[in-house]
């Protein structure tokens, strides 16, 4: 059983960065489709970024793109998310994913192995 920890998060102020981190265990990454996603108060949950286990293709939410990078790194069995030039929307807890499902990325619904979340809050 895959199991995902994220870390990372925190308070940052308008314009900065922060790096979020998912360690996975119990099964190795590479054979994942993997992404993170994230939900602020009172609003669903919204996508934000992924790698497919195909080919390796990188997606990115419109609202991030140039400004976050979704990696891996197969030694560590982790995952990260870089994040620059933070704005105070971006501001919501971030969870990681992983699936296996041959549809990867193109279904969001189909991730079913998820982190526990970490807090990123943008505010001077």
Do not use: H
Request: hydrophobic residues 30%.
């Amino acid at each position: 059983q895959l199991q995902l920890v994220e870390s990372g998060g925190g308070l940052v102020q308008p314009g900065g960065s922060l790096r979020l981190s998912c360690a996975a265990s119990g099964d190795t990454l590479d054979s994942y489709s993997i992404g993170w996603f994230r939900q602020a108060p009172g609003k669903e949950r919204e996508g934000v970024s992924c790698i497919n286990n195909i080919g390796g293709i990188t997606k990115y939410g419109d609202s991030v793109k140039g400004r976050f990078t979704v990696s891996r790194d197969s030694a560590k069995n982790t995952m990260y998310l870089q994040m620059n030039r933070l704005k105070p929307e971006d501001t919501a807890v971030y969870y990681c994913a992983a699936t296996n499902s041959v549809f990867g990325c193109s279904d969001p619904s189909g991730f079913d192995n998820w982190g526990q979340g970490t807090q990123v809050t943008v505010s001077s």
